[in-house]
């Protein structure tokens, strides 16, 4: 039982590079979730899945698309990579409790972006 | 928008209780209280949650006050490896009657002395 992992742990990107973060769960958890982490700062959602072919957006979505095409994977890409979205990116998943609320979230190693 | 107000820092010594402040005044009645920690260079690992009376688990336990407009997470007796930020997050439900976003405020960096 691997739980949630990432790839990759590093990336360096130019500005207006595309890219995929890859993120895999493996306790068939219905929902999935990305957050950016600045310095200094709490984790802020991106974007949210509650199951395959269900996505919807969180607090900071600009820049970034999710599809979720399997239970087990949510990639987030970013289309044009910007200054403003060097970050670290975390991926977590977790069982829906009553089918509608979010239980524990079990949050991968993360993701570390620099965008020159 | 966190709706929930927790110290910036805390210490503690070794093998001595633990009390995390958080206040979340404006709660309703179907709001969680969820908490996390964040260990230096890791990903946040979830800690408790509850929606009313008191929780325990290995880790700790989340006493909710009774008007539920604060609660106080409990480390029994900490550890120097229980140093990390610990965020306090309330959950609210939508007007589909769900909730799917958590919202991590900046949290209560926890320092522990040996």
């Known amino acids: 039982n691997a739980g949630v992992t990432q790839t990759p742990k590093f990336q360096v990107l130019k500005t207006g590079q595309s890219m995929t973060l890859q993120c895999a769960q493996d306790?068939?958890?219905?929902?999935m979730s990305w957050y950016r982490q600045d310095p200094g700062m709490g984790l802020r959602l991106i974007h949210y899945?509650?199951?395959?072919?269900?996505?919807d957006q969180g607090e900071v979505p600009n820049g970034y698309n999710v599809s979720r095409s399997t239970t087990e994977d949510f990639p987030l890409r970013l289309l044009s990579a910007a200054p403003s979205q060097t970050s670290v990116y975390f991926c977590?998943?977790?069982?829906?409790?009553?089918?509608?609320?979010?239980?524990?979230?079990?949050f991968g190693p993360g993701t570390r972006l620099t965008v020159l | 928008d966190a709706k929930t107000t927790q110290p910036n820092s805390m210490e503690s010594n070794e093998e001595e209780p633990v009390h995390l402040p958080c206040n979340h005044s404006?709660?309703?009645?179907?709001?969680?209280i969820h908490w996390y920690r964040q260990l230096p260079s890791q990903g946040p690992e979830y800690v408790i949650h509850?929606?009313?009376s008191n929780v325990n688990n290995r880790m700790a336990s989340l006493a909710i006050a009774e008007d539920r407009k604060s609660s106080t997470l409990i480390l029994h007796r900490a550890t120097l490896r229980d140093a990390a930020v610990y965020y306090c997050?309330?959950?609210?439900?939508?007007?589909?009657?769900?909730?799917?976003?958590?919202?991590f405020g900046k949290g209560t960096l926890l320092t522990v002395n040996p």
């Open positions: 899945s509650v199951g395959a072919g269900i996505t």
């Open positions: 404006t709660i309703s009645g179907t709001d969680y």
């Open positions: 977590a998943s977790s069982y829906l409790a009553s089918g509608n609320q979010v239980d524990e979230q079990f």
């Open positions: 997050i309330r959950t609210t439900l939508n007007s589909g009657g769900s909730n799917y976003k958590l919202t």
């Open positions: 306790m068939n958890h219905e929902y």
């Open positions: 509850g929606l009313t």
